[in-house]
DNA sequence: ACAAATCTTGTCTAATTGGTCAATTTTTTA
DNA sequence: TAAAAAATTGACCAATTAGACAAGATTTGT
């Protein structure tokens, strides 16, 4: 006779969701700047502050980190851009989202370099990605431009190549920080430079796009 | 009695300079995709149709193969910016050097992601370059630029954050291939596809800058 | 042609790494 | 409190890898 009532089968305790996101922040950091095959599992446990075989007990294997990490990101990818509703006037949707990018940029340059070294490796654990929710969103977008050029509120230029502009803009600033640092000669990247990064671009695209700036 | 006259330390014969080439090359191929430590000694040979061994012949050690990869970088950029002679028109010379840009990302596209991969990674291997070229590149444009500003022929806009612009934006088509690709519904990026990206960052940042296009 | 230099290549080694496992400790639950 | 579940940990293994090396093949200079 069986006395014991069988428990679900996965019971999220406070332990676990806790180490868990340590070694998941510690492994967003060394993959950020080692990329996966320079990334160890003793460097990862050791940068957690664990012993190797504990990431292990929590990750099935170096791929199941990996992949926890991306779609760590691609959740907060997801929060930012879904926080974005578009308004009827593109000046300031626009606006929004480069604030928000650039925001992206400063507050979670380690993701978005994980995230542009997947790309540049051909992104092959993200197909998924591109082609569910990515494309989605896309389309979208793209019709939202559309509508807007077709409305005559801006000029008629291509929304795929406009919004390669803004992404490639605004990552710029986690993803070749080295470079930024040297040519604003400084050592850390503060929140003037990212604001003076936001301005720059909300005026150039803006003006470039033939829309006036929204008022504060 | 010596009877021998000694040679030069180092003669690069066609032989050796067409093998390092080769091996170069297939080093810059597995360095794209794969990073650094994601790259083997062994996969290089491969890829080479050489044995092991004779990568080691030709470079002192990985690390060997790998900053004469980046130097072989180092050097396509230098011809492609020192191409670039600045005029006196700012329109002309911003599309001159947006089309440059795009082509760089159109023909070298592994080249761009290898580099992309060191900044990503902190440009270990790159601040002798940024101290020293890009400083003083980055200082005559950011001088032509306002003097550009102060002239009156163009909007006042960061000089630095303008380049950051134009940068991200024409590199994004090499390094982030693959959302390109898939945004734009196509396996391969062609010529057209780089065409309309240009005519793209060439028409926004123009006008963003409150410059008219050059005439054809 | 001959000797020296250059180039090629198979083999070996030491070190690192991803991953396994069983033993132990800690926490939870009834 | 006692058993069960969850978590921690050190030791171990097989595979891969960078690099060394010596012997042999080829090219080059005289």
Redesign the interface.
Known sequence: MNRTIPRGPYKPGKIRQNSEQCMLDAATQAF???????TSMQNIADTAGVPKANVHYYFKNKMGVYTAVLGNILDLWDTVLNDITVTDNPATALCRYIDAKIDFSRTHPQES?VF??E?????PH?QEF??DK??AW?ASRLRIFQSWIDAGKM?P??P??????I???????A??????K???GTDTLHQEHFD??A???K????????LTPPAP
Chains 1, 2 share one sequence.
């Open positions: 950020s700047r080692y990329g996966f095959s320079g370099r542009a070294k790309m540049l490796s051909g992104a993200l591109l082609q990515y494309e896309l000029d230029i291509d795929a190549h406009l919004l390669f502009m992404w490639g803009s605004t990552q710029h600033y993803d070749f920080e080295p470079q930024v040297q040519s604003l003076a990064a301005k720059t671009v005026q150039v695209i803006l003006k470039g796009c033939g």
